[in-house]
């Protein structure tokens, strides 16, 4: 990745991050720490109920979507931002994604049959993804490193 890229995907990944640490901040008010990785951050909070949780996992992809009005001025930021939330999005925890499913079930069903619900739909999306690269290596011909990104990116997920 060219290092003008690699600085603008920290930057969107920031302001991701940034957009969820105001929302738990403003619903919430506390915290208990923040830690980085290389792949990604975590934060440590006081248990919050599923509407809360779901507003303060929804602040990060909805920032990303938020940096396309940048895209005049800033179209790299927009598009890192906008490709972030599409995957933060997806229903597969720990992304925020998998984090409003597993909200939003456990307002409507039992416990184990949310978390059944919740591997199903993991299940679907990594199949998804891997199909979509296979695609891209066999159908498109863009070759085998986007299959080989689509397992990568499966691998991370769970």
């Not at 738990?24 to 990785?37: D, E, N, S």
């Not at 307002?107 to 993804?129: D, H, R």
Request: glycine share 10%.
């Amino acid at each position: 990745v060219p290092f003008r890229w690699l600085c603008t995907i920290l930057l969107a990944a920031m302001f991701h991050e940034l957009c969820h640490y105001t929302a738990i901040r403003l619903l919430t008010g506390r915290y208990y720490r923040v830690r980085l990785f290389y792949y990604s951050a975590r934060m440590d909070l006081p248990e919050m109920g599923n509407g809360t949780e779901i507003l303060c996992a929804l602040a990060g992809p909805i920032g990303g979507i938020i940096l396309c009005i940048f895209w005049p001025w800033f179209p790299k930021l927009a598009m890192a931002g906008l490709l972030q939330s599409i995957y933060n999005l997806l229903p597969i925890y720990p992304l925020d994604g998998g984090r409003i499913l597993r909200c939003w079930l456990k307002m409507f069903v039992t416990p184990p049959a949310a978390g059944k619900i919740e591997n199903i739909f993991a299940f679907l999306c990594c199949f998804g993804i891997l199909v979509i690269g296979l695609y891209g290596w066999i159908g498109l011909k863009y070759g085998p490193l986007c299959f080989l990104l689509s397992i990568l990116m499966v691998i991370r997920i769970k």
